[in-house]
């Protein structure tokens, strides 16, 4: 079953960090593009950050740029985020996704969702105090 893995998410303190983890299964990461979605009640999906596995392209969004880091590990088929000072607007269900070919060092993740070959379900992100 081909299918992708969120976890790492819960409840942190503004300032705090989290590691958001997109693990696949079924199929290798290779020469796969994988983004990191974000939704917050009543916002519209925003893509935040992408890596094009084979080339290590990297893509943020202007709103996550410096706080956050993309990275992979094609050993464990694993794809992570880590967000570091993370604030009250950073609070949403994140996604993870992967289309195949895509270069995130364009500047951008695909435009529509159904661009993406695969998609996780989902893992909430809360950051309050």
């Known amino acids: 079953q081909l299918q992708l893995v969120e976890s790492g998410g819960g409840l942190v303190q503004p300032g705090g960090s989290l590691r958001l983890s997109c693990a696949a299964s079924g199929f290798t990461l290779d020469y796969y593009a994988i983004g990191w979605f974000r939704q917050a009640p009543g916002k519209e999906r925003e893509g935040v950050s992408c890596?094009?596995?084979?080339?290590?392209?990297?893509y943020y969004a202007d709103s996550v740029k410096g706080r956050f880091t993309i990275s992979g590990d094609n050993a464990k088929n694993t794809v992570y985020l880590q967000m570091n000072s993370l604030t009250p607007e950073d609070t949403a269900a994140y996604y993870c996704a992967a289309v195949y070919g895509w270069d995130c060092g364009l500047g951008s993740l695909p435009g529509a969702d159904d661009d993406m070959d695969y998609w996780g379900k989902g893992t909430l992100v809360t950051v309050s105090s």
């Open positions: 890596v094009t596995t084979n080339t290590g392209a990297t």
